[in-house]
């Protein structure tokens, strides 16, 4: 079946660096995405991953183990405006776009 | 370039009512979604389609959801009675797809905030 897991919530310090974890089970592997969602607003696209490795991009960056089916989405000198829900989503081999339940950052001054 | 479109943003009808929500995709994307978002949850796929065709419908509660993209352009979803248990965001997502190209993203619209009194 699928399965898609990342904590519910994590709380950070203003300028610090944190890690957002990812495992999944699915049907096939076409690509692991990662998504920003503030409040009431839609998800917007970060970081996508289909090899193993590290994607770099900006102050965030995104890894992924295939052979584990794990993923981390790490941030670093956080701002107060990276307070937000993190989605992972997994394309399986079909084509669906499966999202996990989100983790829910909060950064505080 | 506009992104996806949703309409309306927020809707609030009594239970029994009917209700559709409508998404107009990324010009030239092929694929549409349509996702339920309850508060605190990640998206559920309802529905995707390629073009017209609906190939992907397994989530999609058929008692009383249907939707359709006829031209292949524009969607809409629609539900009818409504529950109370419906009241979640609705959203649209739209993607591009060149043959077997799939490493692209999809982009989401603004949603649509459903509240069944």
């Known amino acids: 079946g699928q399965n898609i897991d990342q904590p519910t919530e994590m709380t950070a310090t203003e300028g610090a660096i944190v890690q957002i974890n990812c495992t999944y089970q699915?049907?096939?592997?076409?690509?692991l995405f990662w998504y920003q969602q503030h409040a009431g607003e839609a998800p917007t696209f970060l970081s996508y991953?289909?090899?193993?490795g590290l994607e770099e991009k900006g102050r965030f960056s995104s890894f992924l183990s295939r052979s584990k089916g794990y993923s981390y989405l790490l941030l670093k000198e956080l701002q107060m405006k990276d307070s937000a829900s993190y989605l992972c989503?997994?394309?399986?081999?079909?084509?669906?776009?499966?999202f996990g339940t989100g983790t829910r950052l909060q950064v505080f001054p | 370039e506009a992104g996806v479109v949703q309409s309306p943003r927020y809707k609030i009808i009594e239970k029994k009512q009917p209700v559709a929500f409508w998404c107009n995709p990324i010009?030239?994307?092929?694929?549409l979604y349509w996702y339920r978002q309850n508060l605190g949850q990640g998206p559920e796929l309802l529905i995707r389609?390629?073009?017209?065709?609906?190939?992907?419908d397994s989530q999609l509660p058929k008692d009383r959801f249907s939707a359709e993209r006829l031209k292949g352009v524009d969607s809409t979803l629609k539900i009818q009675p409504a529950e109370l248990g419906d009241s979640a965001v609705y959203l649209c997502?739209?993607?591009?797809?060149?043959?077997?190209?799939?490493?692209?993203?999809?982009?989401f619209g603004q949603g649509t905030r459903l509240t069944v009194v």
């Open positions: 699915t049907s096939g592997f076409n690509g």
């Open positions: 989503a997994v394309r399986e081999s079909d084509d669906k776009l499966i």
């Open positions: 991953n289909v090899l193993d």
């Open positions: 010009s030239g994307h092929n694929t």
């Open positions: 389609y390629e073009n017209e065709e609906a190939v992907d």
């Open positions: 997502a739209s993607s591009p797809r060149e043959g077997r190209a799939v490493n692209t993203e999809a982009f």
